[in-house]
């Protein structure tokens, strides 16, 4: 009988004139296998499962995520509406455009008021630019025009740019609050709330 360890070949038996063969052992079998995989390499099927069953813990713990989530408030960080513009006496006749980047917000002081233009253009909501050369505010994304009070006058905004309500509180400091807006829709014929309280301030 041939050696077990040199292959899984069956091998034969005579007895009398009649030839067995044997079937291979387990242990060929195996042998034979192992002498077929690559020496040292991954075994296929181990990995396919690996990745398959990544692939369903992941799925799972995504969905745990995604249940757990509801168990915790969705709070908002907005900025806040509120802007501290300092005193009346800080600002000279004009337009400044100091708290444009902190508050969208130009103030302008007239002779007699003083009051904050909101930064929107009222076409597609641009901020727009104070160009002092030319002394009027210009959206840089399709050119609409503003004049020095926000009132629009080329382009296709199709009304001013609204004013933040503004007061001044115990100590003397103007606080604009961005979330309370006055508007004018002048081409509309509608109501003029330049000129109520909160919109400007008298000095």
Known sequence: MANPEEG???TSVKSGAATVTEA???AQTAAAAVKKA????PDPAKVRRR???TCIWGFLAANLL???RFFFPRALFEPSTICDLGPPSDYLLGVSDRFKQK???YVVREPTRIFAIFAKCTHLGCTPD????ENKFKCPCHGSGYTPEGINFEGPAPRPMDRAHI???SSGRMIADTSRLYSWYKSQGGKDEFEEPGAYIQV
């Open 66 to 68: 995604m249940f757990m």
């Open 103 to 105: 508050c969208r917000i």
């Open 51 to 53: 990745i398959i069953w």
């Open 8 to 10: 899984h070949a069956p």
């Open 24 to 26: 291979p052992s387990k």
């Open 38 to 41: 690559p020496d040292g390499g």
């Open 130 to 133: 104070w160009k002092p050369s």
């Open 167 to 169: 007061e001044i509180d």
